[in-house]
């Protein structure tokens, strides 16, 4: 099990007063076409696209990066399914606390089937898109 759940407000409040490290694991291809946050941000594939292969060294990649016991970790991808499974995954081995940001980036599907409400990218945060 991982920390928890908290908002995309709360996680990206906590990385620019330095108390963590925000970490995007959606896949290359989602960063360059939907967009990443415009916060500082650690981009690590949790899984490839278009395969779904699992990243057999996410947890080195991640260590590189900077996470360590003790050190507040937030997880983020689309919807909140992948960041959940990284922060497990981060947790396992010691890593974090690890958080799960809540309906990740895009946020759930609507009703007309749209990623519209909720998520980082929706309820206002900083964003970027290439």
Not at 6 to 16: D, G, I, Q, R, S
Not at 97 to 120: K, M, Q, S, T
Request: proline share 6%; glycine share 14%; aromatic share 10%.
């Amino acid at each position: 099990m991982y920390a928890g759940d908290v908002t995309p407000e709360h996680a990206h409040a906590a990385v620019l007063a330095g108390e963590g490290l925000l970490v995007d694991v959606r896949t290359r291809a989602e960063w360059a076409y939907v967009g990443v946050p415009d916060t500082p941000t650690v981009f690590i594939e949790w899984q490839s696209y278009p395969d779904g292969a699992r990243n057999g060294s996410f947890v080195e990649e991640l260590r590189a990066a900077g996470a360590q016991e003790g050190r507040p970790l937030y997880f983020l991808c689309r919807s909140g399914a992948r960041s959940a499974a990284a922060a497990k995954a981060a947790t396992a081995d010691g890593l974090g606390p690890a958080f799960n940001i809540i309906d990740g980036f895009e946020g759930p599907l609507d009703g007309a089937g749209r990623r519209v409400v909720g998520g980082w990218r929706n309820v206002g945060l900083p964003w970027k898109q290439s």
